[in-house]
């Protein structure tokens, strides 16, 4: 059962370009959603996060969209750098909550 | 360094062996996370302690995985008889929080490979 679903195992954007990564989620108990960055052999590093008050949160380049009732959250970089090739993961908890429930994975490929 | 540590990176097993997988956390992080990430897929929770309190094992696969955190800090992941489905990394992740998600940081994780 995959709680947390990232449908497009791979982007691929042109620098200076706007990339939109997208995310689903079935539990509606999850109340508070991160996306995380992974380099290759590296672990994830924490990107961005939002809880379900808001609808939106923003830093820098990066901004997190949620949409509860449709149970969708998005990230979107603007503007995409090369620097920003990574796989992106989803990731959604309960605040009252402890573990961490992952999507497969996005590769985004942003290209000079 | 200041980030969390594990070893070792890399572990080639023959199927049936006992391997152990260390990992040093973030100085001062109370919360502690192993999981394991199979190829093409994301991190997938395995158990959960807060300073040496297992408080959520409920991912751990089989009773073959066995984890302990015996002083709070250094925290050992323990997978006896290992099998070809083991192979994966093992990922562990701690912070600062006690009773919310909040960011965690990882360490570059243990790559496992049963033979």
């Known amino acids: 059962d995959q709680q947390v679903k990232q449908n497009s195992p791979s982007l691929s954007v042109q620098e200076g370009r706007i990339s939109i990564l997208n995310c689903d989620y079935t539990?509606?108990?999850?109340?508070?959603f991160l996306w995380y960055k992974k380099y290759p052999a590296e672990g994830p590093t924490f990107l961005i996060s939002i809880s379900s008050i808001k609808d939106k949160n923003e830093d820098g380049r990066f901004t997190v969209f949620l949409n509860k009732s449709a149970k969708h959250l998005s990230l979107h970089i603007v503007p995409s750098q090369p620097g920003d090739s990574a796989v992106y993961f989803c990731a959604a908890s309960r605040l009252s909550g402890s573990r961490l429930t992952f999507g497969e994975g996005t590769q985004l490929t942003v290209n000079p | 360094g200041a980030g969390v540590s594990q070893s070792p990176r890399y572990k080639v097993a023959k199927r049936g062996q006992d391997v152990a997988l260390r990992c040093d956390p973030i100085s001062g992080h109370v919360s502690l996370f192993w999981y394991q990430q199979a190829l093409g897929q994301g991190p997938e929770f395995l158990t959960y302690f807060q300073n040496e309190a297992q408080l959520d094992k409920s991912g751990l696969p089989s009773d073959r995985f066995f984890a302990e955190r015996p002083e709070g800090s250094v925290s050992t992941l323990k997978i006896q008889r290992t099998q070809q489905e083991d192979s994966a990394v093992y990922l562990c992740?701690?912070?600062?929080?006690?009773?919310?998600?909040?960011?965690?940081?990882f360490g570059e994780g243990s790559r496992l490979t049963v033979l």
């Open positions: 992740a701690s912070s600062l929080g006690r009773r919310q998600p909040g960011e965690l940081f």
């Open positions: 539990n509606s108990m999850f109340d508070y």
